[in-house]
């Protein structure tokens, strides 16, 4: 067995042949069995499909901490405790706070898969749950354009989408806007449709018009970034949310904010206080 090999059986030939293969090699060898499940090439989506084989034959343990943490997240969505405990206890260092490595792993080795089901399924449940961890957490633009990505497709498709938007909403302040924004020029009118409603804005009839949309909002987004707050709507609750919201007494003063917790970076100025007071008051006083 090479490293690789798991993952190629399942990209050619699917998941009853990869659960068959497994069980080949774990009748072999249980150290060969152990060895293929910790294959630093094993996507979460093979490991996921292949969990409860490695339970059944007692060589979870052999799974590698960032795998672990993935069927972790899997037993939590799909509310089976006895199993999320089960890893839990070997994840103390991994559950102290959300683990980079590991979620980036779920998230660009499982994106472009839909779960075993048709329609939502408790893989989908993981891998929108690991959206949400990591971008609340992290600020990395290629991730977050890539659990974009797996939102209009997944809409595309006319799959659920409601947990992985909020997911992708975490990732509060201008770079989330940014990555939905780029969907406004898509070729396919339903991501136009899509990035328009996500933001909030109205659906432009022809391509040119699109195209004129994404500079103004990008222009507008360069200007206000910084004063842009998360505002906890979400489709759960409203069909049309306002996931994000300028704020404009940070506008009016001209100081940046935390997109989470509204508030400035650094205590204001007695000058920008008093600023603030006239702003409320109707005043119109400048800093």
């Not at 559950?95 to 893989?123: F, K, N, Q």
């Not at 633009?141 to 006319?158: P, Q, S, W, Y």
């Not at 924004?181 to 409603?197: F, G, M, P, T």
């Amino acid at each position: 067995m090479t490293a690789g090999y798991l993952e190629r059986v399942w990209r050619s030939q699917g998941a009853a042949a990869l659960r068959a293969a497994y069980r080949t090699i774990a009748r072999r060898s249980r150290d060969e069995a152990a060895r293929a499940l910790a294959d630093a090439e094993n996507s979460f989506s093979v490991i996921y499909i292949l969990a409860t084989e490695a339970e059944r034959v007692g060589l979870e343990n052999a799974l590698p901490p960032r795998a672990k943490y993935g069927i972790w997240l899997a037993a939590t969505k799909a509310g089976d405790s006895t199993r999320a405990a089960r890893y839990a206890a070997q994840l103390t260092t991994e559950l102290a706070e959300p683990p980079y490595d590991a979620l980036v792993w779920i998230i660009h080795t499982g994106a472009d898969w839909d779960g075993p089901r048709a329609g939502r399924d408790d893989y989908d449940a993981a891998l929108d749950l690991a959206a949400a961890y990591f971008a609340a957490n992290f600020d990395d633009e290629v991730t977050l354009a890539l659990i974009a990505k797996l939102v209009f497709r997944r809409n595309r498709k006319g799959l659920f989408i409601h947990d992985l938007v909020w997911g992708l909403f975490q990732g509060a302040g201008a770079p989330v806007l940014a990555v939905v924004a780029r969907y406004i020029v898509s070729d396919d009118r339903a991501d136009s449709e899509l990035a328009c409603k996500l933001l909030g804005l109205e659906m432009p009839a022809t391509a040119a018009e699109r195209v004129k949309l994404y500079a103004k909002f990008t222009e507008w987004l360069g200007e206000n970034g910084q004063y842009i707050y998360l505002t906890g709507e979400h489709f759960n609750a409203t069909s049309k949310p306002q996931h994000h919201a300028r704020d404009e007494e940070a506008r009016y003063i001209g100081r940046k904010i935390h997109p989470r917790t509204r508030t400035p970076e650094s205590p204001l100025t007695d000058a920008e206080r008093a600023a603030l007071e006239a702003f409320r008051a109707g005043e119109g006083c400048e800093v």
